[in-house]
Structure formats: structure tokens, C-alpha cells
């Protein structure tokens, strides 16, 4: 846990270690001792990071710092000073004023993976904040402020909200989004579900010859099984199911065993493809299913110089999203 403690001008960023017997004792826990105005710490994973304003002639512009493993690392040098920094296991984000317009700011992401710091997308950003690669943010488009979803995992932008009043206060907790739309007595809250089905691997129009790893994106859903067919429609008779049982599967990738493979390269005989989707439940019970892929089965000895993979790659589909507001949306 982390906290401001105010025992000397500017207060001071206090750490504790949940569990640890060692009395929160006033002083004692201090992570930061200057002169510094120090504020909104965050922590996610045992960082902290927090704003640090120097005290010269006056108090200077703030800049990020972090502190991981036992070391204080300053991300930023702003020349117009920094705020709302939020936080998660991958990553701490940011804002910065835009020095030609003040109502606007630039968000920036450091990635603790990488160690860099990159600008986000129309620089145009307030209130971020984050739920590992799900980052929910209010955007100004010029009129009024309107919330979007960005999925840094698969590098798309999403704008939830498209109206004429402002939509402020954004917060995301899993997949699920909060955020209060119009100001004071005309003031309500919202929610929506954030949800991504979709083939990932093999990818489609690949010619296989061994058993490979089907994989796919989810984010709410669960329960999944795979559906093969030679018709382009999984969903008739001719189809064969993984897993064949019950339970549905809960991790979002499956290999065929050696007999399963055989089930499934039977519907691939005479070069035909073979189709796939795979089925899941979506946060609010129904069933769903991805888009259809395909793949054909070659012979082990063809497989050389062609266009074989027994892993393969793909991209992904849409995203979309299930409202559970007093009035249903899209986007």
C-alpha cells in the first residue's frame, strides 16, 4: 500500500509491504525524504510511481517518478509538467499539457517490458487509466469529452461513447468500463463490457501437415470448444467438435491429438479446406462464435517449398462491445 503522508512541507510518498508485522510508525516508512511537493502515488506489483515537483524560487513542474527493485528512476523531464498518472503490471501512463492549446494533453505509456516511453495515438487525451493491456481514456474531439477503450495488446483504438454531453470520470476494472455521462443533477453512470473473440492461430489459408495449436483472442468470453467442417458453415451435422466432451475448454488455445487430427484431416480429403470457428459464452450467457477460418491438409512430403505451416499466423478481427447501460449502443 502507498500513500502521502504530510510530516514536512510538500508531504513525502509512504510505502508498506501488506503482511510485514513492522508497525506503520510515523517517519519509519517513508520512501521519499526531500524537499520535493511529492503526489498522486500509484502502485500495481510492488512499483509506485508518483509526481515530484522541485522546490526552487517556486514549485517547478511536475515529473514522473518510479521507483522499482530498490531504485528511483525520474521518467520525465517536462517543461509543462505532468498529471494523473495510473498504473498497471505492464505499464504507467500519464499526462502532459499540450503547450499550444492548455484544454488539451498528450498521454504517454512507459512499458516496463521495454523500458520506453511511446506517445499515444491523436495525442489528444485526459483521465487515463488501465487494467493490463486495456486502457480506458477520455478523449476531447473538439466539442466535448467522449471515452474510448485501447487494447495496447492488439493495437486498436475504440471509441465507446459518441454524444453531445460530457462524458467524464472513466474507470475499468477486467473488461468492464464506468464512466459518468453529463454534469451535476443531469449526471448518470454507465457501464459497458469490453469483449474480443477471435481466430488467432493457424492462420487462415495455411496448409498443415501436423496437429497444430488452435488459438484464439478472448476477452469475456469462456467455455470454448472448436467446431471443423468441410462446409463453409460449421454449424451443420458434419462437423466435428473438440473437445468431444464435456468440460468446454477454459484456456484459449487447443491441440488435437493424434486421433483428433485424423477426425479433422478426414474433412480436408482431396485438397478441400477444412473450416473452423471456435463457440464461447459471452459475459452475459449467450453463446458466440468467432469468424470462420480455414486450412488444408498436405502431405508431409508436399510440405516442402510450399505453403505449409504447422503453427501458422493470423490476424484478428473486429472488436465489439455489449452495453449493459439503461439504453443499448453501438459502436
Given at each position: 500500500m502507498v500513500?502521502?503522508?504530510?510530516?514536512r512541507p510538500?508531504?513525502e510518498?509512504?510505502?508498506?509491504?501488506?503482511g510485514?508485522?513492522t508497525?506503520?510508525?510515523?517517519?519509519a516508512?517513508?520512501?521519499?525524504?526531500?524537499?520535493?511537493?511529492?503526489?498522486?502515488p500509484?502502485i500495481?506489483?510492488?512499483?509506485?510511481t508518483w509526481?515530484?515537483r522541485?522546490v526552487?524560487?517556486?514549485?517547478?513542474?511536475?515529473?514522473i517518478?518510479?521507483?522499482e527493485g530498490?531504485?528511483?528512476t525520474?521518467?520525465?523531464?517536462?517543461?509543462?509538467?505532468?498529471?494523473?498518472?495510473?498504473?498497471?503490471d505492464?505499464?504507467?501512463a500519464w499526462?502532459?499539457q499540450?503547450p499550444?492549446?492548455?484544454?488539451n494533453?498528450?498521454?504517454?505509456r512507459?512499458?516496463f517490458q521495454?523500458?520506453?516511453?511511446?506517445?499515444?495515438p491523436?495525442?489528444i487525451?485526459?483521465?487515463?487509466?488501465?487494467?493490463?493491456?486495456?486502457h480506458?481514456?477520455?478523449?476531447?474531439?473538439?466539442?466535448d469529452r467522449e471515452?474510448?477503450i485501447?487494447?495496447?495488446?492488439?493495437?486498436?483504438?475504440?471509441?465507446?461513447?459518441?454524444?453531445?454531453?460530457?462524458d467524464?470520470?472513466?474507470?475499468?476494472s477486467?473488461?468492464?468500463?464506468?464512466?459518468?455521462?453529463g454534469?451535476?443533477?443531469?449526471?448518470?453512470?454507465?457501464?459497458?463490457?469490453?469483449?474480443?473473440?477471435?481466430?488467432r492461430r493457424?492462420?487462415?489459408?495455411?496448409?498443415?501437415?501436423?496437429?497444430?495449436?488452435?488459438?484464439?483472442?478472448?476477452?469475456?468470453?469462456?467455455?470454448?470448444?472448436?467446431?471443423f467442417?468441410?462446409?463453409?458453415?460449421p454449424?451443420g451435422?458434419?462437423?466435428?467438435?473438440?473437445?468431444s466432451?464435456?468440460p468446454?475448454l477454459?484456456q484459449?488455445?487447443?491441440?488435437?491429438t493424434e486421433?483428433?487430427?485424423?477426425?479433422?484431416?478426414?474433412?480436408?480429403e482431396?485438397?478441400s479446406?477444412?473450416?473452423?470457428?471456435?463457440?464461447g459464452?459471452?459475459?452475459l450467457?449467450n453463446?458466440?462464435f468467432?469468424?470462420v477460418?480455414?486450412?488444408t491438409?498436405?502431405?508431409?512430403?508436399?510440405?516442402?517449398?510450399g505453403?505449409?505451416?504447422s503453427?501458422?499466423?493470423g490476424?484478428?478481427?473486429?472488436?465489439?462491445?455489449?452495453?449493459?447501460a439503461a439504453e443499448?449502443?453501438?459502436?
Amino acid at each position: 500500500m502507498v500513500w502521502v503522508g504530510y510530516n514536512r512541507p510538500g508531504g513525502e510518498i509512504f510505502l508498506h509491504n501488506i503482511g510485514d508485522p513492522t508497525p506503520i510508525i510515523d517517519g519509519a516508512n517513508a520512501l521519499t525524504n526531500d524537499t520535493n511537493v511529492d503526489s498522486s502515488p500509484q502502485i500495481a506489483n510492488g512499483r509506485v510511481t508518483w509526481v515530484s515537483r522541485e522546490v526552487t524560487d517556486s514549485v517547478l513542474p511536475g515529473n514522473i517518478m518510479l521507483y522499482e527493485g530498490g531504485n528511483f528512476t525520474k521518467l520525465t523531464n517536462s517543461a509543462t509538467g505532468v498529471s494523473t498518472p495510473r498504473m498497471s503490471d505492464d505499464a504507467v501512463a500519464w499526462l502532459e499539457q499540450d503547450p499550444g492549446n492548455p484544454r488539451n494533453n498528450f498521454l504517454y505509456r512507459y512499458d516496463f517490458q521495454t523500458k520506453s516511453t511511446v506517445l499515444a495515438p491523436d495525442h489528444i487525451w485526459d483521465d487515463p487509466q488501465s487494467d493490463g493491456p486495456l486502457h480506458v481514456l477520455i478523449k476531447f474531439d473538439g466539442h466535448d469529452r467522449e471515452v474510448h477503450i485501447m487494447n495496447t495488446a492488439k493495437r486498436t483504438d475504440e471509441q465507446v461513447t459518441n454524444n453531445g454531453t460530457e462524458d467524464r470520470f472513466a474507470g475499468i476494472s477486467g473488461n468492464v468500463v464506468v464512466w459518468i455521462e453529463g454534469e451535476g443533477e443531469a449526471s448518470e453512470i454507465f457501464m459497458a463490457i469490453y469483449t474480443l473473440f477471435d481466430p488467432r492461430r493457424p492462420g487462415s489459408g495455411m496448409g498443415l501437415s501436423n496437429p497444430p495449436t488452435f488459438s484464439w483472442d478472448a476477452i469475456g468470453y469462456d467455455n470454448f470448444q472448436i467446431q471443423f467442417s468441410r462446409n463453409e458453415d460449421p454449424g451443420g451435422s458434419d462437423r466435428v467438435t473438440l473437445p468431444s466432451e464435456k468440460p468446454a475448454l477454459s484456456q484459449t488455445s487447443y491441440t488435437p491429438t493424434e486421433s483428433e487430427w485424423e477426425l479433422i484431416t478426414a474433412l480436408g480429403e482431396g485438397s478441400s479446406p477444412v473450416y473452423w470457428r471456435v463457440k464461447g459464452t459471452d459475459v452475459l450467457g449467450n453463446e458466440d462464435f468467432t469468424d470462420v477460418w480455414n486450412f488444408t491438409v498436405v502431405l508431409a512430403d508436399e510440405t516442402e517449398g510450399g505453403n505449409s505451416d504447422s503453427d501458422g499466423d493470423g490476424s484478428s478481427g473486429p472488436t465489439c462491445f455489449i452495453s449493459t447501460a439503461a439504453e443499448s449502443w453501438s459502436p
